[in-house]
Nanobody, 128 residues
């Protein structure tokens, strides 16, 4: 069965870095793109970044460009989100999800309603 396991969250200080991991099983990165989403209490779930490694495409929200980098290790079926220069407003539960890459443009790959599979999420707290 398809499973997505997000890990690597924790409590960090502003300006610090954190690397999240999304371990996927039951699917191939040849068939699915992997996206990172986040949701803070009382707010809508928002797209952070997505990678379609089969096409060499990445998409990122404007709020994280220049700070977050998404990458994949296809041999391990794992996608990473390297988060640098973390800010308190980055505090959220971070989820990884999978989507069949039938779309064109960042709008679609950062839209949570279009994703097929979801992991349980990992909590990132940025506070001094």
């Amino acid at each position: 069965d398809v499973q997505l396991q997000a890990s690597g969250g924790g409590l960090v200080q502003p300006g610090d870095s954190l690397r999240l991991s999304c371990a996927a099983s039951g699917l191939s990165f040849d068939d699915y793109a992997i996206g990172w989403f986040r949701q803070a209490p009382g707010k809508e779930r928002e797209g952070v970044s997505c990678i379609d490694s089969s096409e060499g495409r990445t998409y990122s929200a404007d709020s994280v460009k220049g700070r977050f980098t998404i990458s994949s290790d296809n041999a391990k079926n794992t996608v990473y989100l390297q988060m640098n220069s973390l800010k308190p407003e980055d505090t959220a539960v971070y989820y990884c999800a999978a989507i069949r890459p039938h779309y064109v443009g960042a709008y679609y790959y950062l839209s949570p309603d279009l994703y097929d599979y979801w992991g349980q999420g990992t909590l990132v707290t940025v506070s001094s």
